[in-house]
C-alpha cells in the first residue's frame, strides 16, 4: 500500500544518495549498517523492562533508521548504476534477518503478554513472525515464475514497520498496545499471504487461457 509513497520518497532522497556516495559508501554497506541497526532495534525491545520501558524509543529509532538504510541502498544503487543480482539477493536475506530479529526481541522481553498473557502473547509473536516471512516469501517465489507481486497486498513490510512503531510508541505509555499492534501485523500479514497467494492463481489461470 506504501509502495507508491515509498517511490516518491526515493526520488526526494537523490541529495542524500550522491553524499553516501561521494562518502564512499556501496549499497552493500549501506545494507549492513541498516542491518546493524536493526539489531539494535532487537536488542533493544529484548532488553525492555517495566523498569526500562524508555528502550522502546530506541527501538523505534533504531528500525526507523534501519528502515532509511534499506530504502538508500536501493537509491544508491540504482543512481550510480552499482545494481547487481547478488546486491538484490543479499538485501534481502538481511531484510529477512531484521523482520525476524524485531520479533524475537519482542518475544525474550513479553511485550506482548500484557495484552494476552505470557502463553498467548507468546503465540501471537510467532504468527506476527511466520506470516511476516511468508509475506516476504510468497512475492519471492512468485517472482520467479515471472509474476509481479510489488503493490500486492495491504501489509508489504513498510506498512509492517510503521505500525510496529506507532505501537511501540503507544506501548510506552500503554502496554498492551503494543501487543495489541503486533497482533494486528499478525492478522493484517496473514490476510497479505493470502491476497498474494490469490493473485498468483489468478495469474497462472490467465495463463493457461
Known amino acids: 500500500m506504501l509502495t507508491k509513497l515509498k517511490k516518491r520518497i526515493q526520488e526526494m532522497l537523490s541529495t542524500e544518495a550522491k553524499i553516501a556516495n561521494k562518502l564512499g559508501f556501496t549499497p552493500n554497506q549501506i545494507s549492513v549498517i541498516g542491518f546493524i541497526l536493526a539489531i539494535a532495534a532487537a536488542a533493544s525491545y529484548a532488553l525492555t523492562t517495566d523498569d526500562l520501558s524508555w528502550l522502546l524509543f530506541f527501538s523505534v529509532g ?21 545494481t547487481t543480482k547478488f546486491g538484490g539477493f543479499f538485501d534481502s536475506v538481511l531484510d529477512r534477518f531484521a523482520d525476524a530479529s524485531a520479533y ?24 506476527a513472525l511466520i506470516s511476516s516471512m511468508l509475506v516476504s516469501y510468497t512475492r ?21 514497520i510503521l505500525i510496529l512503531a506507532v505501537a511501540s510508541i503507544m506501548g510506552y505509555f500503554y502496554p498492551p498496545l503494543l501487543g495489541y499492534g503486533v497482533a494486528l501485523i499478525a492478522i493484517l500479514s496473514c490476510i497479505t499471504v493470502a491476497q498474494r497467494v490469490s493473485h498468483v492463481y489468478r495469474e497462472l489461470k490467465k495463463e493457461k487461457r
Open 62 to 82: 533504531f528500525m526507523l533508521a534501519s528502515g532509511f538504510c534499506d530504502t538508500m541502498d536501493g537509491i544508491v544503487a540504482r543512481t550510480f548504476q552499482q
Open 104 to 127: 524475537a526481541g519482542i518475544l525474550i522481553a513479553g511485550l506482548c503478554n500484557p495484552a494476552f498473557g505470557p502463553f498467548w502473547g507468546i503465540i501471537v509473536t510467532l504468527t
Open 140 to 160: 519471492a517465489r512468485a517472482e520467479v515464475i515471472s509474476i509481479k507481486m510489488e503493490s500486492v497486498g495491504i501489509a508489504e513490510r513498510a506498512e509492517r
